[in-house]
């Protein structure tokens, strides 16, 4: 079954975005380089791909069924960094 935007409940989405979005900008601050733009930009599709579609098991990182997320653009990667902390 996809979810729906509407399956999603509005409160959690928003506080996990904005956490993505508040990572974003404090570690380009205070790396005093980057791009979080990106990040900030992308933060309900990651949010929404990472917890609802993607299959993996952080207790289990080596599981060989695991989905794989490549994020090619580079200037992106605090998103990667954002998603892998929370």
Do not use: C
Not at 20 to 30: F, T
């Amino acid at each position: 079954m996809t979810a729906t935007f509407s399956d999603f409940e509005p409160p959690v989405f928003n506080n996990l975005t904005s956490a993505i979005r508040a990572l974003a900008m404090d570690a380009v601050q205070k790396a005093n380089s980057g791009h979080p733009g990106a990040p900030m930009g992308m933060a309900e599709i990651a949010e929404v791909l990472w917890n609802h579609h993607l299959r993996h098991n952080p207790n289990n990182p080596k599981w060989a069924n695991r989905d794989r997320f490549v994020l090619s653009n580079g200037h992106g990667s605090m998103l990667i960094y954002a998603l892998l902390h929370l």
